[in-house]
T-cell receptor, first 114, second 108 residues
Framework: DTAVSQTPKYLVTQMGNDKSIKCEQN?????MYWYKQDSKKFLKIMFSYNNKELIINETVPNRFSPKSPDKAHLNLHINSLELGDSAVYFC?????????????FGPGTRLLVL | KNEVEQSPQNLTAQEGEFITINCSYS?????LHWLQQHPGGGIVSLFMLSSGKKKHGRLIATINIQEKHSSLHITASHPRDSAVYIC??????????FGTGTRLKVLA
C-alpha cells in the first residue's frame, strides 16, 4: 500500500489554465506538506497543514491555493498557470508538527506548463 | 547564501570507493535529515539526527552540533547508490530547509 500518493504523476498543460494536484496519505499522520522542486533540483516548502489547519504559507503566489478536506488529504490548486510553475511538486506527511520527525514523501507530480 | 550548504555538488566515484558528502548549516536546528532522491524522482528519508552518529547498512551519518556540520558516508559504494543526496534541517518549527543536493554517480 502506498503511504503517500499523488495524482496525477505527470501534468502537461497550457499557460493560463487552472489545474489541481491531489495528495493522500494513509499513515494516520496529522501534518502534510507541499514542496516545489525546481529545475536545479532545489526543494522548497510551499505549504503545511496540521489537522486541516494551515500552519505554513511561504511566499507563494496566491494563484496557489491548498485545500485540506480532512487530515489525510491535501490538494493543491493552481490558477492561471505560468511557465515558471513548471516543476516537480512533492507532497509529504509527518506524524505531527514537531519538526523533528521523519517526513514521508509522495512520488511527485511533474508539471510542465507550455 | 543558503542556510544549508552541501559539498560537493557533484561526485563521481568508482564502485567500492568510500564516499563522503558534507552538509553545513547556519541556523539553529532541532534535527538534521539526510534524504535520497533516485533518478526516478522519488525521495526517501535515510536518517534523522540530532546528535552523534547513526548507521544503516553501508550508510553512516554523523553530526557535530557545535560546528553545525554533518557528513554522510557510504562505504563500499555501488552503482545503485547513484542518486541525489539531500541534507535538510528542521529549524525551530515543522518545516524543512533543504540543501542544494549532491549528485552522486558510482561507476561500475
Amino acid at each position: 500500500d502506498t503511504a503517500v500518493s499523488q495524482t496525477p504523476k505527470y501534468l502537461v498543460t497550457q499557460m493560463g489554465n487552472d489545474k489541481s494536484i491531489k495528495c493522500e496519505q494513509n499513515l494516520g499522520h496529522d501534518t502534510m506538506y507541499w514542496y516545489k522542486q525546481d529545475s536545479k533540483k532545489f526543494l522548497k516548502i510551499m505549504f503545511s497543514y496540521n489537522n486541516k489547519e494551515l500552519i505554513i504559507n511561504e511566499t507563494v503566489p496566491n494563484r496557489f491555493s491548498p485545500k485540506s478536506p480532512d487530515k489525510a488529504h491535501l490538494n493543491l490548486h493552481i490558477n492561471s498557470l505560468e511557465l515558471g510553475d513548471s516543476a516537480v511538486y512533492f507532497c509529504a506527511s509527518s506524524p505531527s508538527r514537531q519538526g523533528i520527525e521523519t517526513q514521508y514523501f509522495g512520488p511527485g507530480t511533474r508539471l510542465l506548463v507550455l | 547564501k543558503n542556510e544549508v550548504e552541501q559539498s560537493p555538488q557533484n561526485l563521481t566515484a568508482q564502485e567500492g570507493e568510500f564516499i563522503t558528502i558534507n552538509c553545513s548549516y547556519s541556523v539553529g536546528i532541532s534535527a538534521l535529515h539526510w534524504l535520497q532522491q533516485h533518478p526516478g524522482g522519488g525521495i526517501v528519508s535515510l536518517f534523522m539526527l540530532s546528535s552523534g552518529k547513526k548507521k544503516h547498512g553501508r550508510l553512516i551519518a554523523t553530526i557535530n552540533i557545535q560546528e553545525k556540520h554533518s557528513s554522510l558516508h557510504i562505504t563500499a559504494s555501488h552503482p545503485r547508490d547513484s542518486a541525489v543526496y539531500i541534507c535538510a534541517v528542521s529549524s525551530g518549527t515543522y518545516k524543512y530547509i533543504f540543501g542544494t543536493g549532491t549528485r552522486l554517480k558510482v561507476l561500475a
